[in-house]
């Protein structure tokens, strides 16, 4: 009788031990990353806060991927930009451009993101081919942006060599109800 019971109990220990072992196993395979899902994100459109006859908009489809999190350079969507000047100043200059995203960086609420532009027309047709980099900070109902030809004028006179993830400050505004930039920030743990 002893040997039977000290039996039984080997049977319910090695039974509880499998379904602890099958539960631990299935909890690891929930939680490991997943092909696709995003280490990090910046979306949303909006205009820059701008006077009168100053209109400029941006477009954020940027993404870097789990699997990638790792390494910012393999971040792929794309960034249009749109900006048209007519005032007593400017009587008219303007131009539209769309970029392909080549590098995402996150922390918190702030994302910066370099591109190459691929089409572009208007004033902007000789960005063809160059990178920028630009800043966001998600601050809800009025973004701050910021771009890396801050210095230099419009992105045509950027240098050809600008490296990737570079950008300025976000020391612009976007104009309230204009839209909304939205960063997905990475999980800084390994």
Known sequence: M???????QV???GATLLA?????GSATASDAPHPGREAAALTGTAKLDRPPGDNATITFD???DAADKNDPGKAHGTVKLSHYIENAENPKFGGSAEARVD???TGGKVATVSAVITKADGGLKGAVGKRVGMTVHDRGEQDRFGYSWAM??????????????VSA?????TKPGSGDLHVRPM????
Do not use: Q, W, Y
């Open 103 to 105: 590098c995402l960086l």
């Open 62 to 64: 940027a993404h870097l």
């Open 2 to 8: 002893h040997r039977r019971s000290t039996l039984i």
């Open 169 to 173: 400050a976000p020391f612009e505004r």
């Open 152 to 165: 230099v004028g419009i992105p045509n006179d950027l240098p050809d060599d600008m490296p990737k993830c």
């Open 11 to 13: 049977v319910a220990v």
């Open 187 to 190: 999980d800084p743990r390994p």
């Open 20 to 24: 602890l072992a099958g539960a631990a």
